[in-house]
Every structure is written in C-alpha cells, then in structure tokens.
C-alpha cells in the first residue's frame, strides 16, 4: 500500500489521515506529495467509481439462486 492514493480528479488522498490534498503547487501538503513522487514513490490507483443505477435490484436469496424459492 502506498502513501498516497490517486483519486477522479487532481487531487490525491494521504493514506494516514485520509486528507484530500488538492493540486495547488502552495500547497504544503502538495509539495510533500510531488517530493514523494520525485523520491520514486507510486500512488495506489483511484477507486473505481459506482454506478448506482446498476444495483437497483434486491439481491437474490440463496433460495432463488438454487431455485428453492
């Protein structure tokens, strides 16, 4: 796991406390972050996002999976 965590925009996430560091170059917390990538260090990748609308239906039961119900 890295130290950093890319996100949908060009803000990243400092793992540890869960800050959203914004892309701003006065940014002290940005300067840590470009230095860590200068330094080698590899963001983990954004999280996928979800689309609510492919969840709207209730999940099946066991039952009705195995066609019991």
Do not use: C, F, H, S
């Not at 590899?42 to 039952?63: E, G, H, S, Y």
């Amino acid at each position: 796991m890295a130290e950093y965590q890319l996100t949908a925009t060009d803000a990243v996430i400092r793992i540890a406390d869960q800050a959203l560091i914004p892309n701003d170059e006065a940014n002290l917390d940005w300067q840590a972050y470009q230095q860590w990538r200068a330094d080698g260090g590899v963001p983990d990748p954004a999280q996928p996002t979800i689309n609510p609308r492919l969840d709207t239906k209730p999940a099946k039961t066991a039952a009705e999976i195995l066609g019991a119900a």
